[in-house]
């Protein structure tokens, strides 16, 4: 199907291991974004892409690393996980200007123990 | 830091009622976005809003940018069930990036 896709939807891991959220557009979508979502500071930016191979960090990067080695996939990893990563991550995706309509995927809810 | 301040943060009415949900910032937007957000899913546009006191109509919700491009309002009418879930405003920031509000999560009792 077309759209923008999340996979893991829900992962639990320990603190300490390396942990890699996948998402994945079908629209040839130039910007990719990653965010997290908690209780009380809402959408927050992580890291964003302008295009394959040029990345940007955001609001909140440390303890993050991402790539994107083809337009459509935007992988996000977490190097050593910590409890205070425990979050809701969505990522997104858009053709071009912060006008244009910005499409969110379904969100991985992760969990760190 | 440009901040983006929505108010109420919650909101629990009955069916039929009327309501109006706040965006202001301390600068000037550029353009502004509307976002509804259901549980355990991302958010979806409903609107982009670019110039002064535009007006914007998506069957019972209008959206208004303030004049001066520093505050945005959504009001529905006749709120439905269906309306429930966290209503976003969002701003570009530089590199084309957009910030968020925290939101208002908007209940619609039956």
């Known amino acids: 199907d077309a759209g923008i896709t999340q996979s893991p939807r829900y992962k639990i891991t320990e603190t300490g291991r390396q942990v890699t959220l996948m998402c994945h557009q079908t629209w040839s979508h130039s910007y990719m974004f990653w965010y997290r979502q908690d209780l009380g500071h809402g959408l927050r930016l992580i890291y964003y892409?302008?295009?394959?191979?040029?990345?940007d960090k955001g609001e909140v990067p440390d303890g993050y690393v991402v790539s994107r080695s083809k337009t459509e996939n935007f992988p996000l990893t977490l190097e050593s996980a910590t409890r205070s990563q425990t979050s809701v991550y969505f990522c997104?995706?858009?053709?071009?200007?912060?006008?244009?309509?910005?499409?969110f995927g379904p969100g991985t809810r992760l969990t760190v123990l | 830091t440009q901040l983006l301040e929505q108010s109420p943060q919650f909101l629990s009415i009955q069916e039929g009622e009327n309501l109006t949900v706040y965006c202001n910032s301390s600068s000037v937007f550029s353009s502004l976005q509307w976002y509804r957000q259901e549980p355990g899913e991302g958010p979806v546009l409903l609107v982009t809003?670019?110039?002064?006191?535009e007006v914007k109509k998506l069957k019972r919700l209008t959206f208004q940018f303030g004049d001066a491009r520093k505050d945005s309002s959504l009001h529905i009418t006749a709120a439905q069930p269906g309306d429930t879930g966290l209503y976003l405003c969002?701003?570009?920031?530089?590199?084309?990036?957009?910030?968020f509000g925290e939101g208002t999560q908007l209940t619609v009792n039956p």
């Open positions: 809003v670019v110039t002064g006191g």
């Open positions: 892409s302008a295009a394959a191979d040029i990345t």
């Open positions: 997104a995706s858009r053709w071009g200007p912060s006008t244009d309509t910005q499409y």
């Open positions: 969002a701003q570009e920031t530089s590199g084309s990036r957009l910030t």
